[in-house]
């Protein structure tokens, strides 16, 4: 939430489907420099990219931060069309028309990956670069089967990876997970990313976790301050940003990008930026990217977990800077 986080940066703007976008945003202070955009995973909103701000603004850069949609100060439409991939992608670009910025160097984690994904494929133009933390690129068009998928997860990891999707896309889990923040919190933003393996990704796994009350240790990477206001900005708002896991799971973009003939190889400069590999990571991803990048840079950072702005901050502001620079 662009108010609470860094209310010295804090805009907002009604684009052109009457959803009123709240960002964080500074121009950039060298002229030679472009701006960096930054999107948001779950469960969080611009605070996320606290680091990345600050240290690109002190660079020079310009930055554009927003809470996406359904989250924050941003508008939280209950109706899933809402929250279509194109309708989000071209909201993103009406934003940087409205501050007249022309290219931006993106970058993208977890959920923020996918709106990423479908930016780069709708309007590449706009994009200078791509930088995919964690979560890779995601071609268009593609059915997504999740019961398939944690499938083939358990074949190839010996668990479910994304069974909490079960739980995320019923009508009742913003209500659970506003009912146990805190809760939540320790289980999604733990000390330990091994936790995942048997809380998150088995099926069940993660609401019994959290009717529960369970807590796990608190993280290091996040001080006490930055947690209350972490909750502060979420309360309350889980629900609207589940709707980008029914989105994905209820596959509500993959006629529109089938029907767009979308080119699914990227033609702007593509980085990947991975944690260390644990349990949690499917096997292949640069390798796959490969196939889909018509230049691509595979890194990673030295912690394990998938907060890695977060975690590995002055890693993560060291690569996306070179990278940039390159």
Known sequence: MASIAFPELAKS??????????????????????????????????????????????????ILAPDLL???DTSKPTALEAYKSKTMAAEIIE????????????????????????????????????????????KPGENFDLSAVNALTKQFLGFERFGY??????????GILDQHSESFFTLFYPADPSLWVEHVGPTGAMEKWLLQDRKGPEAGYVTEVERQTHQAIM?????????????????????????????????????????????????????????????????????????????????????LKEFFER
């Open 235 to 319: 309360r309350k708002s889980h629900a609207s940003a589940l709707r980008w896991y029914q989105a994905l799971v209820g596959n509500i973009n993959e006629q529109d990008e089938i029907q767009a003939n979308l080119d699914p190889v990227l033609s702007m400069p593509m980085l990947i930026v991975c944690p260390q590999q644990t349990k949690l990571e499917l096997p292949g991803v640069e390798e796959q990217m490969k196939q889909v990048a018509n230049d691509l840079t595979f890194r990673r950072v030295s912690t394990a977990g998938h907060w890695v702005q977060l975690e590995a901050r002055d890693e993560i502001n060291s690569i």
């Open 13 to 62: 703007h009604t684009v052109s489907t009457s959803h009123t976008y709240g960002y964080a945003y500074h121009v950039p202070t060298k002229s030679s420099l472009p701006t960096i955009l930054f999107l948001h995973g779950f469960p969080s909103s611009c605070y996320d990219w606290r680091h990345q701000i600050q240290f690109f603004i002190q660079e020079g850069y310009g």
């Open 95 to 138: 934003l940087l028309d409205h501050e007249d910025i022309d290219k931006v160097h993106a970058v993208g984690h977890d959920t923020g990956c996918i709106l990423l994904s479908r930016l780069a494929n709708y309007f590449p133009a706009r994009l200078l670069s791509c930088t995919f933390l964690d979560v890779p690129y995601s």
């Open 165 to 174: 999707l079960e739980f995320f896309t019923r009508d009742d889990a913003g």
């Open 70 to 72: 359904g989250y924050g």
